[in-house]
């Protein structure tokens, strides 16, 4: 995942750099020297789609109550 998907995904998500860095136990300061290198860690991609199902999960189980 290249940093602009990453970055993208996270504004899908409604998630800040800091916030993904609280979620995951990853340094911010890392976080943000994936900028330089132009893509993020091969488990990041997962990580948030997993987020991602495991929210809509709670989305649904919080509808039907």
């Known amino acids: 995942m290249d940093n602009i998907e990453f970055e993208n995904k996270l504004k899908e ?3 800040s750099e800091r916030d993904f860095s609280e979620l995951c136990g990853a340094e911010y300061t890392g976080i943000a ?3 330089q290198k ?3 860690p091969n488990w990041v991609k997962s990580y948030l789609e997993f987020y991602d199902k495991a929210r809509k999960y709670d989305e649904i ?5």
């Open 13 to 15: 998500l409604g998630l």
């Open 33 to 35: 020297k994936w900028k």
């Open 38 to 40: 132009g893509k993020t």
């Open 61 to 65: 189980k919080a509808k039907l109550g």
